[in-house]
């Protein structure tokens, strides 16, 4: 990831974003967003709307269309109805669209970075990657689209072929959260489809229009009417228009990114209908500085792990495990680090790091969980609490067991430290937690960072790199409570699609009885 940021370090048009001027303005040019159904833009069956705010203005951002249970229900029924045809197009035809939209999502990227700076308080450093990132992971997808394979299996009947077939699933259910609007849409989208099957892309009630601009971008590349359609509810309607997409007939699938406590309802949910899902679900993300860290490098890893995007990032750092012998160097030069990240509006300042949080409850959750570790002898080095939405680069040091912080996923721009005493300590403090997604290792002894790596309970692990890393030829998910499956690479194949036993055998073969 961070490689890949580099790369593309002046985000196109991302800093060039052309923003109103005051909040009036942002209220007077509220964006509109339709469902799209069949290919076709259309208001709610109800002709219901609902508002996303400024998280700190209050300011009408965007104005949605409220798909309700009728919506949901059409939605299916098209995706349904667009796989008997889209699964039997050939890999060129489908590589061929993927192509054109990984393209059309890099034109549009001026319009993406205005709308997450509105809606998500995205900078246009997150911005411009969430694109750039994106449109790779789309040919990533494109590529695999020949990959989609079966095998030949040895067999003791005379004359007989046997081997597996990979087909399409039908439609799927892609349910995709706002804090990484374009890459998580992308790839509940992308995957999907380059394997033969049609999705359903619920998008989030956070995130409307920059979630719209995704579906266009694909759309627009030529997909046929119903292998896309894009729901998007209101919050108060999210229980009974998921129920209703996950119950439907068509739906085969379901793929959800969020927060556990939610993932855990969507497994349920596909359980008792029993469908298959795959979820990726929160974190508590270990950073591990060994005795022989090298300071300076796992200060830089720190910073751009805990704080890009306000720390908001599913594998976004919320733990250093920090070996007590280097902690009082770390924690000085992680703090002043800390203390110099420019903070601001992104509609305002696009080239800031630290905007403001998605909602004013951010502010309140969080500083809950401080003030509790402050009463425990915890100390805050840098930042401080919460106002609202607002909240500066924050480390709370001295965090131990029985603090809320130290076990609950912060989702903002505060991090912990937590000092240890040796190898044996750090790793099991870097495994005390429910969650595994992400996690890093900084040491100069390369094999016993790695070994430290192979114990560490997380979908991935990076010696001496940051939390907060993905590339789409890699596979990406969890371990215990941060879900199940995995997107990308060669293994989100098997996600969405079935394998089937197939023989050919002679028909005048003899049988016992």
Same mark, same amino acid.
């Given at each position: 990831?961070?490689?890949?940021?580099?790369?593309?370090?002046?985000?196109?048009?991302?800093?060039?974003?052309?923003?109103?001027?005051?909040?009036? *303005? +942002?209220?007077?040019?509220?964006?509109?967003?339709?469902?799209?159904?069949?290919?076709?833009?259309?208001?709610?069956?109800?002709?219901?709307?609902?508002?996303?705010?400024?998280?700190?203005?209050?300011? =009408?951002?965007?104005?949605?269309?409220?798909?309700?249970?009728?919506?949901? !229900?059409?939605?299916?029924?098209?995706?349904?109805?667009?796989?008997?045809?889209?699964?039997?197009?050939?890999?060129?035809?489908?590589?061929?669209?993927?192509?054109? #939209?990984?393209?059309?999502?890099?034109?549009?990227?001026?319009?993406?970075?205005?709308?997450?700076?509105?809606?998500?308080?995205?900078?246009?450093?997150? /911005?411009?990657?969430?694109?750039?990132?994106?449109?790779?992971?789309?040919?990533?997808?494109?590529?695999?689209?020949?990959?989609?394979?079966?095998?030949?299996?040895?067999? &003791?009947?005379?004359?007989?072929?046997?081997?597996?077939?990979?087909?399409?699933?039908?439609?799927?259910?892609?349910?995709?959260?706002?804090? /990484?609007?374009?890459?998580?849409?992308?790839?509940?989208? #992308?995957?999907?489809?380059?394997?033969?099957?049609?999705?359903?892309?619920?998008?989030?009630?956070?995130?409307?229009?920059?979630?719209?601009?995704?579906?266009?971008?694909? +759309? *627009?590349?030529?997909?046929?009417? /119903?292998?896309?359609?894009?729901?998007?509810?209101?919050?108060?309607?999210?229980?009974?228009?998921?129920?209703?997409?996950?119950?439907?007939?068509?739906?085969?699938?379901? @793929?959800?990114?969020?927060?556990?406590?939610?993932?855990?309802?969507?497994?349920?949910?596909?359980?008792?209908?029993?469908?298959?899902?795959?979820?990726?679900?929160?974190?508590?993300?270990?950073?591990?500085?060994?005795? &022989?860290?090298?300071?300076?490098?796992?200060?830089?890893?720190?910073?751009?792990?805990?704080?890009?995007?306000?720390?908001?990032?599913?594998?976004?750092?919320?733990?250093?495990?920090?070996?007590?012998?280097?902690?009082?160097?770390?924690?000085?030069?992680?703090?002043?680090?800390?203390? *110099?990240?420019?903070?601001?509006?992104?509609?305002? @300042?696009?080239?800031?790091? +630290?905007?403001?949080?998605?909602?004013?409850?951010?502010?309140?959750?969080?500083?809950?969980?401080?003030?509790?570790?402050?009463?425990?002898?915890?100390?805050?080095?840098?930042?401080?609490?919460?106002?609202?939405?607002?909240?500066?680069?924050?480390?709370?040091?001295?965090?131990?067991?029985?603090?809320?912080?130290?076990?609950?996923?912060?989702?903002?721009?505060?991090?912990?430290?937590?000092?240890?005493?040796?190898?044996?300590?750090?790793?099991?403090?870097?495994? &005390?937690?429910?969650?595994?997604?992400?996690?890093? =290792?900084?040491?100069?002894?390369?094999?016993?960072?790695?070994?430290?790596?192979?114990?560490?309970? #997380?979908?991935?692990?990076?010696?001496?790199?940051?939390?907060?890393?993905? *590339?789409?030829?890699?596979?990406?998910?969890?371990?215990? !409570?941060?879900?199940?499956?995995?997107?990308?690479?060669?293994?989100?194949?098997?996600?969405?699609?079935?394998?089937?036993?197939?023989?050919?055998?002679?028909?005048?073969?003899?049988?016992?009885?």
């Amino acid at each position: 990831m961070l490689a890949i940021l580099m790369d593309h370090i002046e985000w196109h048009s991302c800093v060039g974003i052309s923003a109103p001027k005051d909040e009036a *303005e +942002i209220g007077e040019n509220a964006m509109k967003v339709q469902l799209i159904i069949d290919n076709q833009s259309v208001d709610a069956a109800n002709s219901k709307v609902f508002e996303r705010k400024h998280p700190v203005s209050g300011i =009408v951002i965007t104005e949605s269309a409220a798909a309700g249970v009728q919506d949901a !229900n059409r939605a299916a029924t098209s995706a349904g109805e667009a796989f008997k045809s889209w699964s039997q197009t050939g890999p060129t035809a489908r590589r061929k669209i993927l192509l054109a #939209a990984a393209d059309n999502l890099e034109a549009k990227i001026g319009d993406i970075c205005q709308a997450m700076a509105s809606e998500i308080g995205a900078s246009g450093l997150w /911005g411009g990657f969430n694109v750039t990132a994106a449109a790779g992971l789309i040919r990533e997808a494109a590529s695999l689209t020949t990959q989609i394979q079966g095998e030949t299996i040895p067999t &003791d009947k005379p004359d007989t072929l046997s081997m597996t077939l990979r087909q399409p699933v039908g439609a799927c259910l892609s349910i995709v959260p706002w804090n /990484g609007p374009i890459i998580l849409a992308c790839r509940a989208i #992308a995957y999907p489809i380059a394997c033969g099957n049609t999705v359903v892309f619920r998008a989030s009630e956070m995130s409307p229009k920059t979630h719209l601009l995704v579906a266009e971008a694909f +759309i *627009e590349a030529g997909l046929p009417e /119903g292998v896309l359609n894009f729901v998007i509810n209101a919050p108060e309607d999210a229980p009974e228009v998921i129920d209703c997409l996950i119950s439907h007939p068509a739906i085969r699938r379901i @793929n959800f990114t969020g927060s556990t406590r939610i993932g855990r309802i969507i497994a349920e949910k596909s359980g008792r209908n029993l469908k298959r899902c795959l979820l990726e679900l929160g974190g508590k993300a270990p950073f591990v500085v060994l005795d &022989d860290a090298d300071i300076e490098s796992a200060v830089n890893a720190a910073i751009f792990g805990t704080f890009l995007y306000q720390g908001q990032i599913c594998m976004s750092t919320e733990r250093f495990v920090v070996d007590e012998t280097v902690a009082d160097e770390f924690v000085a030069a992680f703090a002043k680090r800390a203390s *110099e990240l420019a903070a601001g509006d992104p509609m305002e @300042n696009p080239g800031c790091v +630290i905007g403001p949080m998605i909602d004013a409850g951010s502010g309140k959750r969080i500083n809950a969980m401080v003030e509790d570790a402050m009463a425990k002898g915890a100390k805050i080095v840098v930042g401080g609490m919460a106002d609202g939405a607002v909240m500066p680069a924050t480390i709370v040091d001295h965090v131990k067991p029985g603090m809320t912080i130290y076990d609950e996923e912060t989702f903002g721009p505060v991090t912990t430290i937590v000092r240890v005493k040796g190898v044996e300590e750090a790793v099991r403090v870097a495994n &005390d937690t429910e969650y595994g997604l992400a996690a890093a =290792v900084f040491g100069r002894d390369a094999h016993r960072a790695f070994n430290v790596a192979r114990q560490i309970d #997380a979908g991935h692990v990076h010696v001496n790199g940051a939390t907060v890393a993905n *590339e789409p030829q890699a596979p990406y998910g969890g371990m215990k !409570n941060s879900g199940f499956g995995r997107f990308d690479g060669r293994a989100v194949i098997d996600e969405f699609t079935e394998l089937k036993w197939v023989t050919i055998e002679p028909s005048d073969q003899p049988y016992p009885v």
